[in-house]
């Protein structure tokens, strides 16, 4: 890196300089090149956790309405033409998957009901993992920005620095208005880059623990259809 490209692309700049637009027109390209992906990392991470409130605020009502109908007395049968007329998703899928089944069992006209119980567990374990991988999807992204963010933005901090110095060195200038404002173009890295990792680590936290609870949600309806198809196939037996 030539010390006198350095000093003619990093001009001293005014206290009327020092807004963030200036800040950012004024860094060296690389710095900018970390700036933009930091902001569009911002942008995905505001776009997946609308997304996210928005489908877990779906999961809950489809859920409590589910739970409403399974045990307002309504036949099973019904209840499964219902749900499968549809796209079924969350607990309604695992009631579908497992009806299925159950009815796919009983029309190849076996009198059989050994291991009857062992495939409907089957079939809802295999539900329940696919409809808990719907609600992380898109997790990971949350989790690698506000893991990496703070590093990225600090990598653009570390070479802004490095090329603010090298300005200094070139123009023989230590006063505090040279060296300032190349400080403060390093230092809007960082800051941009904590501006996308703090929101990616809450929401991701957040996320986290919401899947969890429609996951435990999911487990305990199941179990308790499951002992529900027990007793109807102990009385068939």
Do not use: C
Not at 131 to 158: D, K, N, Q, W, Y
Request: aromatic share 10%.
């Amino acid at each position: 890196m030539n010390p006198g490209d350095v000093a003619q692309s990093v001009l001293p700049l005014t206290s009327s300089d020092l807004s963030l637009l200036s800040l950012f027109l004024q860094a060296h390209w690389l710095v900018k090149v970390v700036m933009l992906g930091l902001m569009g990392a911002s942008v995905w991470v505001w776009a997946i956790a609308l997304d996210k409130f928005f489908l877990f605020m779906r999961t809950r009502k489809a859920n409590d309405s589910f739970e409403q109908a399974f045990w307002s007395g309504q036949s099973l049968e019904d209840l499964y033409r219902t749900a499968s007329a549809g796209q079924a998703q969350s607990m309604a899928a695992v009631f579908v998957a497992a009806m299925r089944e159950w009815k796919r069992s009983f029309e190849t006209q076996t009198r059989s009901f050994a291991g009857l119980q062992t495939r409907i567990e089957k079939v809802m374990d295999v539900t329940m993992a696919r409809e808990i991988e719907r609600l992380e999807r898109r997790l990971l992204v949350l989790a690698t920005v506000g893991s990496a963010g703070p590093f990225v933005g600090l990598f653009g901090t570390v070479w802004g620095i490095m090329t603010s110095f090298q300005s200094i060195a070139a123009s023989k200038n230590t006063s505090l208005a040279v060296v300032a404002p190349g400080i403060a173009e390093a230092l809007f890295a960082t800051a941009i880059g904590l501006i996308a990792a703090i929101p990616a680590t809450i929401f991701y936290n957040k996320f986290v623990s919401e899947v969890n609870k429609q996951a435990q949600r999911l487990e305990g309806f199941a179990d308790e259809f499951s002992a529900i198809l027990s007793r109807q196939i102990d009385e068939r037996g």
